[in-house]
T-cell receptor, first 113, second 112 residues
Framework: NAGVTQTPKFQVLKTGQSMTLQCAQD?????MSWYRQDPGMGLRLIHY???????DQGEVPNGYNVSRSTTEDFPLRLLSAAPSQTSVYFC????????????FGQGTRLTVV | EDKVVQSPLSLVVHEGDTVTLNCSYE??????LLWYKQEKKAPTFLFML????IEKKSGRLSSILDKKELFSILNITATQTGDSAVYLC????????????FGTGTRLLVSP
């Protein structure tokens, strides 16, 4: 019963490097999303997807790209890492678009130096 | 701008105490309010509230919504150390996909 799996759990990047945060779910959920969580800011939506091949921007999309080639996977790409992207990143999936029964991954703690 | 505000930011209580956490919101086209519990890592879903005055209950946790005054409370009775966590309030805002707008959370510490 894997649920939502995020990798890696921790990552340190140098400014300007690129990387991909992986997210996979095995519940056949249509809705997937990426949030970042910063102290004092709560969780903020970066990008979301309502199904394979369909993605859209959330509240804080700049500096990030996503794609959804399969129902299961929803990777988040940092194109050129900046210290402002130091954060904890959560991937979530749900079968409904209203946030109920949303399952979150365990998070990726990213530090950009 | 859609906004969700939680109070207090943090709270320390003794085991056995009852606590009340607050969440107020200002959103257009309100449909529901969600509560999550976040321990060390991933938030886990607690309640969804859509109707005013209807209490949702799960064990020692309960929550109620007041749509007139635009707020919700989460009550925890007979607190235990395992209740220590950050409690998050979120409101879906509709843009086709209902993205969640989160409050900053209330950090609860229950001491033995």
């Amino acid at each position: 019963n894997a649920g939502v799996t995020q990798t890696p759990k921790f990552q340190v990047l140098k400014t300007g490097q690129s990387m991909t945060l992986q997210c996979a779910q095995d519940m056949n959920h249509e809705y997937m999303s990426w949030y970042r969580q910063d102290p004092g800011m709560g969780l903020r939506l970066i990008h979301y997807s309502v199904g394979a091949g369909i993605t859209d921007q959330g509240e804080v999309p700049n500096g990030y790209n996503v794609s959804r080639s399969t129902t299961e996977d929803f990777p988040l790409r940092l194109l050129s890492a900046a210290p402002s992207q130091t954060s904890v990143y959560f991937c979530a999936s749900s079968y409904r678009g209203d946030g109920t029964e949303a399952f979150f991954g365990q998070g990726t703690r990213l530090t950009v130096v | 701008e859609d906004k969700v505000v939680q109070s207090p930011l943090s709270l320390v209580v003794h085991e056995g105490d009852t606590v009340t956490l607050n969440c107020s919101y200002e959103v257009t086209n309100f449909r529901s309010l969600l509560w999550y519990k976040q321990e060390k890592k991933a938030p886990t879903f607690l309640f969804m509230l859509t109707s005013s005055g209807i209490e949702k209950k799960s064990g020692r946790l309960s929550s109620i919504l007041d749509k007139k005054e635009l707020f919700s409370i989460l009550n925890i009775t007979a607190t235990q150390t395992g209740d220590s966590a950050v409690y998050l309030c979120a409101v879906p805002v509709s843009t086709g996909f209902q993205k969640l707008v989160f409050g900053t959370g209330t950090r609860l510490l229950v001491s033995p």
